[in-house]
Each structure stands twice: as C-alpha cells, then as structure tokens.
C-alpha cells in the first residue's frame, strides 16, 4: 500500500502516516479550526491528501471491511453509540 500511494503522491502518503491535517488559527490565545474560505493553497492541498487517501484505502476494502471501518469511525450512522 505504500508504495502505491507514494507512487500516486508523496502528499497522500503523508496523511495516512501523520493522520489529518487540520487547519487552525490562535484566536485571543485559543486554538479554533479555521473556515474553509480561509485556507490557503497550501491547506487546501494538505487537505486533498488526506481526501485522496481516504478514498484509496476504502475503494481497497471489502465490503464487510468497509462497515467495519464505518461503524468503528461513525457509530452513529451504523445505529450503535458509544459511551
């Protein structure tokens, strides 16, 4: 799978090993996401990899694999909650 994903974009490899990149600002001292209309090219690429990443790895799985990965990540769209 990576050199797959190297092949693709050294970008794309970079997000599955650094997990997302989240765009952030310091407002008054505190750390908060900025709005999509204020990335810059350079976020807005960042956040493309991981975009990109997302979709080769799930177009990999099975189906079984893929509501396995679903339910673990968004439990609440495979009817289950976790407290």
């Given at each position: 799978?990576?050199?797959?994903?190297?092949?693709?974009?050294?970008?794309?490899?970079?997000?599955?090993?650094?997990?997302?990149?989240?765009?952030?600002?310091?407002?008054?001292?505190?750390t908060v996401l900025k709005e999509f209309s204020?990335?810059?090219?350079?976020?807005?690429?960042?956040?493309?990899?991981?975009?990109?990443?997302?979709?080769?790895?799930?177009?990999?799985?099975?189906?079984?694999?893929?509501?396995?990965?679903?339910?673990?990540?968004?439990?609440?769209?495979?009817?289950?909650?976790?407290?």
């Open positions: 799978m990576k050199i797959f994903l190297e092949s693709l974009d050294k970008g794309v490899w970079d997000a599955v090993v650094n997990g997302p990149f989240k765009q952030i600002k310091i407002v008054e001292g505190k204020q990335w810059t090219l350079d976020e807005n690429k960042r956040a493309y990899y991981v975009v990109r990443a997302k979709n080769i790895i799930s177009s990999a799985l099975t189906l079984d694999e893929f509501y396995r990965y679903l339910c673990v990540n968004q439990p609440k769209k495979c009817g289950m909650s976790w407290k």
